[in-house]
């Protein structure tokens, strides 16, 4: 058995937001230019949380291709980072949107690929193979309830053929976790809730936006939300796991 741990991370595009109403009506314009300073803030501030945590495996969401932050993780030897919408999606040619990512780093080679949801815009799904019965699925949900219900149903379609399997990512689960009962139904899969699993907005936790779901053969996990770690809207998520 081998202990990993997982670190999820909704970065928000590292515009410094803090989730609450008067930074989106004040601040909004930092997704057209973020200030060199308010990103050269959060890089010292992601690099401490990656020193602090250690992840074995981080999974970034809403990233840019900034080679700045892919120096947090010189010493990792899996880096993968992918553009979040359909290869044949307009909004990877549209200058606002083409530098869109998600991203995947590892301390080791791991097999890792980029799937695409069939349904919804965000489409990318890395699918990540931790050990020879492990695996972990990492995506960023729709905003629409139907939509994600059918990203959810893939999620189970891939689920039901592995042994082992970690889920994680932003769920945008806005309805409640109640969406979730039809994926857990169909699967082996479990929600780890951490002691505070609120992670959305940063400002003032209300929603558990942020989850970790694993099959229920996987008995050693142990999940937590970084509450002292604001680099965006979303708080991090720190998966402790052995199998």
Partial sequence: MQTHRILLLNLGYETGLDGSLRSYMTQ???YLHTPDSVIQSIHKGFRALIQNVQPDICCLLEMHHDPALVKSFGAYRCKHIDPKYGKTSMLRRLPFFRDNCNGIFGVDRLPCRAREFRH???KLLYD??????????VGHFSLHASVRQEQF???ATLVQSRKKTIVCGDFNDYGGMKELTPLLKSTDLR???PAQNATFPACHPRRPLDLFLCSKEIQHVHAEVLTDVHLSDHLPVLLTVTA
């Avoid at 990540?128 to 699925?137: A, M």
């Fill in 28 to 30: 909004s314009w930092r």
């Fill in 120 to 122: 919804g815009t965000k």
């Fill in 128 to 137: 990540v193979k931790i050990d020879h019965d492990l695996s972990l699925l």
């Fill in 153 to 155: 149903a893939e999620i």
């Fill in 191 to 193: 929600i780890v809730r």
